[in-house]
């Protein structure tokens, strides 16, 4: 199996100028397997989806991402969906994980980036559709940073969901710790919503 990637050296190659000019790094560990879903965080900027995208090219990465619906309108929505930008109606009552998942299932290669705290404003908890989509689609879920502090971007380790979501969530918490994002003050806590 082989992950998807883009082939293009010439984005890849300006990603990563664009990194050393502004004395950033790319530090990209990438899971086996060729299809994954991979979280961004902390996300307290609108400058965080630049961010990801040259994660996306820097690395060469067939990356897809997800945004809420107004981002995608005119005059920007065409440009959002080519370059990977895949809007959701966050009020909507459709069964957004089931149907990410059959995505999955249906793909030999697909790579979905989401943010877990689903907004740049300080949360008190995370979204877990991210981690049911990975668990339902047996995938593994990837932890995608941007960390301001020390001016890296990228991929840490992967995580393989259990079903023991504390667990896993410890897990992912622990590899997160001491990273700032743009706006520290507005990062919340990585936890679960309270049952």
Do not use: C
């Not at 300006?14 to 790094?25: H, Q």
């Not at 930008?85 to 957004?96: A, D, K, Q």
């Amino acid at each position: 199996m082989e992950l998807s990637l883009h082939n293009n050296s010439f984005s890849q190659a300006l990603a990563l100028a664009t990194l050393r000019l502004n004395s950033w790094k790319l530090d990209v560990t990438l899971p086996a397997s060729p299809k994954f879903v991979m979280i961004g965080a902390p996300h307290t900027s609108n400058w965080d989806l630049l961010s990801a995208l040259l994660i996306k090219y820097g690395a060469g990465l067939n990356m897809r991402w997800i945004g809420k619906d107004s981002a995608f309108h005119w005059p920007l929505g065409g440009v959002m969906r080519r370059l990977g930008g895949i809007p959701v109606n966050r009020h909507s009552s459709h069964n957004f994980v089931s149907q990410v998942v059959e995505t999955f299932n249906r793909l030999e290669n697909l790579v979905i980036a989401i943010s877990p705290e689903g907004t740049r404003s300080k949360t008190h908890y995370w979204r877990t559709g991210f981690y049911y989509i990975a668990l339902g689609a047996g995938v593994p879920i990837a932890l995608g940073f941007v960390d301001y502090g020390n001016k890296v971007v990228g991929i840490g380790p992967s995580i393989t969901p259990t079903g023991d979501i504390q667990a896993d969530f410890a897990r992912i918490k622990d590899f997160y710790t001491g990273m700032k994002g743009r706006h520290p003050k507005l990062q919340g806590e990585i936890k679960l919503r309270p049952d």
